[in-house]
């Protein structure tokens, strides 16, 4: 972007015809600046009455909500506008701040910057989350590490109940995690959907992850307590984990002595939900474990029923071929699976 650009008479023109003002003009042509990472064209704007905080929707030391963050953000360019009256705590519609951002993109400089003027380390947006909070979930380990020594809250919670610990698990940043089972946070610290760091390793299979957190004192046994769906509610990890078709993770939590006939409030077994999902190999994995193939839900339905209901002829040989009875009868409806007959 060059001055003659910025002054553009046609562009200019259309603009202010359409009851735009020239402050709003020049502002939009800083954020494409900035986010280019010219500081020139961004004093450029400024010179020419760029307003710079103007909220709605945007804010100049933040993002364009439109167009995304600002990737080309530079220190020399934060500083600049700070120097022009540009306000750190602005917020726009979302309640983002600039110190928000600057942890999402994983800005060191900037962070640093903006905690050195005393920003609000604990603002929170919309969604309840903290500039820690992002920089977990981003996977930015130092600006976690830098923010904490600066008394950041490492346990606080979003409007969902989600705190730094249970962000770094969901993306699977090990490193994260370590730091912050290191400093104290609770690995039994619980989401609004009644969720452990533990079962969302497992539900995201990361089996490095869960490793690690079994390793570390997490309860094996542990229950969600999401009353979304009340039958559902009560999963333990590996349940989870054979629910989403983990071999690995329900091999693991298996060495760990967890319990592989856990059920939920509705009776559901991992080998019902692995079953019903068709997972072969984690049915098999069950079955040659000493599941009991004839546990029963709460409606009377077993793993086979399950299968069958799915159409999983696979795992309904397996589960028949294990000695799982091929005549049963369920709360719902009799089904039965004639021995010289194909498999559905």
């Keep these: 972007m060059h001055k003659n650009w910025l002054n553009q008479e046609d562009e200019m023109s259309t603009a202010l015809k359409r009851g735009k003002p020239i402050a709003l003009i020049y502002l939009q042509k800083l954020l494409t600046a900035a986010q280019d990472g010219n500081i020139e064209d961004v004093e450029l704007c400024v010179k020419n009455g760029a307003n710079l905080e103007y909220t709605n929707g945007s804010f100049v030391m933040g993002k364009d909500i439109?167009?995304?963050?600002?990737?080309?953000?530079?220190?020399?360019?934060?500083?600049?506008?700070?120097?022009?009256?540009?306000?750190?705590?602005?917020?726009?519609?979302?309640?983002?701040?600039?110190?928000?951002?600057?942890?999402?993109?994983?800005?060191?400089?900037?962070?640093?910057?903006?905690?050195?003027l005393d920003v609000n380390l604990e603002t929170k947006d919309q969604r309840g989350?903290?500039?820690?909070?992002?920089?977990?979930?981003?996977?930015?380990?130092?600006?976690?590490?830098?923010?904490?020594?600066?008394?950041?809250?490492?346990?606080?919670?979003?409007?969902?109940g989600m705190t730094p610990l249970l962000f770094a698990v969901e993306r699977g940043h090990l490193d994260i995690?370590?730091?912050?089972?290191?400093?104290?946070?609770?690995?039994?610290?619980?989401?609004?959907?009644?969720?452990?760091?533990?079962?969302?390793?497992?539900e995201r299979g990361n089996l490095e992850i869960v490793e690690?957190?079994?390793?570390?004192?997490s309860h094996l046994e542990a229950r969600d307590t999401w009353v979304m769906i009340y039958l559902l509610m009560g999963e333990t990890p590996l349940i989870i984990a054979a629910e989403g078709g983990h071999l690995e993770i329900v091999m693991s939590l298996h060495t760990n002595k967890s319990n592989l006939?856990?059920?939920?409030?509705?009776?559901?077994?991992?080998?019902?939900?692995?079953?019903?999902?068709?997972?072969?190999?984690?049915?098999?994995y069950l079955a040659s474990h000493g599941c009991d193939l004839e546990t029963r839900d709460l409606d009377g339905e077993t793993a086979l029923h399950y299968a069958a209901r799915s159409t999983q002829v696979e795992i309904t040989k397996c589960l028949i071929d294990k000695g799982s009875s091929p005549w049963m009868k369920s709360g719902k409806v009799m089904f039965s699976v004639q021995a010289d007959a194909p498999y559905i």
């Design 177 to 202: 995690v370590q730091f912050l089972n290191e400093n104290s946070c609770d690995l039994e610290t619980r989401s609004q959907r009644g969720m452990t760091a533990l079962m969302y390793a497992a």
């Design 129 to 160: 989350m903290t500039p820690t909070m992002y920089a977990a979930e981003r996977g930015h380990l130092e600006i976690v590490k830098f923010l904490d020594t600066k008394g950041s809250d490492l346990q606080a919670k979003s409007k969902v």
């Design 66 to 116: 439109g167009h995304g963050c600002c990737s080309g953000w530079t220190l020399e360019i934060v500083r600049y506008l700070h120097e022009q009256g540009s306000i750190l705590e602005t917020r726009d519609k979302y309640g983002w701040t600039p110190l928000s951002l600057a942890a999402v993109r994983g800005h060191m400089e900037i962070v640093c910057y903006l905690v050195k």
């Design 261 to 284: 006939e856990a059920k939920t409030k509705g009776g559901m077994t991992p080998l019902m939900f692995a079953a019903e999902g068709g997972y072969l190999e984690i049915v098999h």
């Design 212 to 217: 690690y957190l079994a390793s570390n004192g």
